[in-house]
Nanobody, 123 residues
């Protein structure tokens, strides 16, 4: 069993940067593929970024490619999402998720989910 806790959300202006963290419990964290998803009000959950168990490869949605960076520190049981050049359309609740296999953008293959952290980008 893996428990995930996100942090780092908040309010930022358009063009600003924000970093999210997700700390996981469990001794097998280093074997999991990890992902970030987001859900805006009234919209479906959307894939953001994914990273394999050892940090490579990574995979991004077209909407965040070049602006967001996913990384992980297996020694700290933590996955990060560094967001820059933020836009109002990035406003959403951001969730981290863990999968037994590297699952890229397929949310159905993720086994564990955090509770989410709110990111709001003001225009």
């Amino acid at each position: 069993q893996v428990q995930l806790v996100e942090s780092g959300g908040g309010l930022v202006q358009t063009g600003g940067s924000l970093g999210l963290s997700c700390v996981a419990s469990g001794r097998t964290f280093s074997t999991y593929g990890l992902g970030w998803f987001r859900q805006a009000p009234g919209k479906e959950r959307e894939f953001v970024a994914a990273i394999s168990w050892n940090g490579s490869p990574t995979y991004y949605s077209d909407s965040v490619k070049g602006r967001f960076t996913i990384s992980r520190d297996n020694a700290a049981n933590t996955v990060y999402l560094q967001m820059s050049s933020l836009k109002p359309e990035d406003t959403a609740v951001y969730f981290c998720a863990a999968a037994h296999l590297y699952s890229r953008d397929n949310a159905d293959l993720y086994d564990y989910w955090g509770q989410g952290t709110q990111v709001t980008v003001s225009s």
